[in-house]
C-alpha cells in the first residue's frame, strides 16, 4: 500500500514540475481585437513563446504580446498583440500611406488594405525600446498612439510563434514577412 501511494504521489509531482515548466515557457492566448486581421484573427488562440526573448533580442518583424500599460474600462491592464516594426536607434516614418524604417520603404504585404493612414514624422526609436503596429492599421492601438508609444523591451511577454484555433487554420504564425 506505501508503495502505491510513493508512485502515485511520484507521478502527481512530475506532473506539477512539468506543467510547471511548461507555463514558464509558454504562454496561451485568446485574441479578442481585429487589431492584427488579417493575419491573426479574433477568437484565434494562440501560443506565446517566451523563450526568444531570453536567450536573444527581438526582431524586426516579430508578432509579439506585450504589457501595454493601457487599462480596459474595468480597470485590467491589457496585454496587446502586434508586430514589431522598429528596434533601438531605428528611424519610423510613416508618408502617404507608406511606413518608413531608415529611410527605406517597407514591403509590408500583411497589413490590411495595403496603405498606412496618416503621415508620422520621423521618430527615432529609443535604446531599450520597441516601435510596434497592428496589420490592421486602421483599426490598432499601437506605437503611434501616444497612450501607447515605445515598448519597452522588458514589457515583451514573447513570440506569437502558434495558432492552435481554429483547427482548421493551425500552424506557425509566419512571423517572417518583415525579417532584415
Do not use: C, W
Not at 43 to 55: E, G, M, R
Not at 56 to 83: M, N, Q
Not at 122 to 129: A, L, M, N, R, S
Amino acid at each position: 500500500m506505501l508503495k502505491t501511494i510513493f508512485e502515485f504521489s511520484k507521478t502527481i509531482i512530475i506532473a506539477l514540475i512539468i506543467a510547471l515548466l511548461i507555463t514558464t515557457f509558454i504562454k496561451p492566448t485568446l485574441v479578442k481585437g481585429y487589431s492584427m486581421y488579417p493575419t491573426i484573427e479574433p477568437y484565434n488562440y494562440l501560443i506565446v513563446n517566451k523563450i526568444p526573448y531570453i536567450t536573444g533580442e527581438p526582431s524586426h518583424g516579430d508578432i509579439i504580446v506585450f504589457k501595454a500599460h493601457v487599462y480596459s474600462d474595468t480597470g485590467e491592464e491589457k496585454d496587446l498583440i502586434k508586430r514589431i516594426i522598429g528596434l533601438e536607434g531605428d528611424v519610423i516614418e510613416i508618408l502617404d500611406g507608406v511606413v518608413y524604417r531608415n529611410g527605406e520603404a517597407l514591403e509590408e504585404e500583411y497589413i490590411h488594405g495595403g496603405i498606412t493612414p496618416g503621415d508620422m514624422a520621423p521618430f527615432t526609436v529609443d535604446e531599450g525600446y520597441i516601435f510596434v503596429m497592428g496589420d490592421n492599421r486602421p483599426n490598432s492601438l499601437d506605437s503611434r498612439d501616444s497612450s501607447v508609444g515605445e515598448i519597452a523591451v522588458s514589457d515583451i511577454l514573447g513570440r506569437v510563434d502558434l495558432r492552435l484555433f481554429p483547427f482548421d487554420q493551425i500552424g506557425l504564425i509566419n512571423s517572417n514577412n518583415d525579417k532584415d
